[in-house]
């Protein structure tokens, strides 16, 4: 890509760096190789991550925009970047969970796998210095991140991107365990879908073997990390014959 000025950065994340563009409201995102877990604690660097989590992200935010599911996503530009309109992050992050898994699992005592009656939303809060805890809503309207519409609008809509999303996986031979989502508000103060949704924030198991195919694999020292992206890759975007 041509670029005439050079383009400030904006945040560096621990997988995406945020660059500011000519447009102000346009900001451009660049996924990294890096990947941490445990809050930092663990970090390596895997070789082809960033345009695999840029690619997946990319095919997530289009099919949601055919569900009539807004997101930030503007257009891809190159293999690891993407343009996307400008909004202020609300520091939640809005976990929506179909099967027992991870920290579900060991707070609740229910064995990974289980499936849920239905699907729930959890919000945790995105502060680092405090390990991202779990927030009941009365946390959240004590730290005023939200408001009661707010609180709803997003439960609602962690809910609708999860119809679209196990539906779509089902069709790939793919479970979707839980994920995460985060939510921005635009200059109009409108709730848009924001960051990314890749296997760095999504659980995702092949129905068939129960293979784990997502950060998973690196968290759990499992091998095969980048691979199994791939694979994440391939599913979605191969033309079934
Ligand atoms: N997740 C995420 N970022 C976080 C925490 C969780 O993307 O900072 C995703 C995670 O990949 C999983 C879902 O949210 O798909 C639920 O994660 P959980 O609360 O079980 O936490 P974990 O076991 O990953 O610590």
Not at 114 to 136: C, M, R, S, T
Not at 206 to 219: A, C, H, T, V
Not at 231 to 237: A, G, K, N
């Amino acid at each position: 890509m041509e670029r005439d000025m050079p383009e400030e950065l904006l945040y560096e994340g621990k997988a995406k760096k945020l660059f500011i563009t000519e447009d102000p409201q346009i900001l451009r995102v660049e996924y990294k190789d890096d990947a941490t877990a445990f809050n930092g604690q663990k970090f390596d660097r895997l070789k082809d991550k960033g345009l695999l989590n840029n690619a997946i992200t990319v095919f997530f935010f289009e099919h949601l925009e055919t569900k009539d599911i807004p997101s930030h996503f503007v257009r891809k530009i190159s293999e690891t970047e993407q343009l996307v309109r400008r909004v202020k992050i609300i520091p939640l992050e809005v976990v929506v969970r179909n099967v027992a898994a991870g920290s579900l699992s060991k707070r609740i005592g229910w064995e990974e796998g289980k499936e849920l009656p239905h699907p729930i939303v959890e919000f945790y809060y995105k502060d680092d210095d405090l390990g991202d805890p779990l927030l009941a809503e009365e946390h959240i309207r004590l730290l005023e991140l939200a408001s009661e519409a707010q609180i709803e609008e997003l439960k609602k809509r962690g809910l609708a991107v999860n119809e679209a999303l196990e539906s779509l996986m089902l069709s790939k031979e793919i479970r979707l365990i839980d994920f995460k989502l985060e939510f921005g508000l635009d200059q109009k103060g409108e709730i848009l879908l924001a960051d990314e949704i890749s296997p760095d924030t999504c659980r995702f198991w092949d129905i068939e073997s129960g293979k784990i195919l997502d950060k998973d694999r690196f968290r759990r020292d499992l091998g095969g990390v980048t691979e199994a992206y791939l694979e994440i890759h391939q599913r979605l975007t191969e033309e079934i014959t």
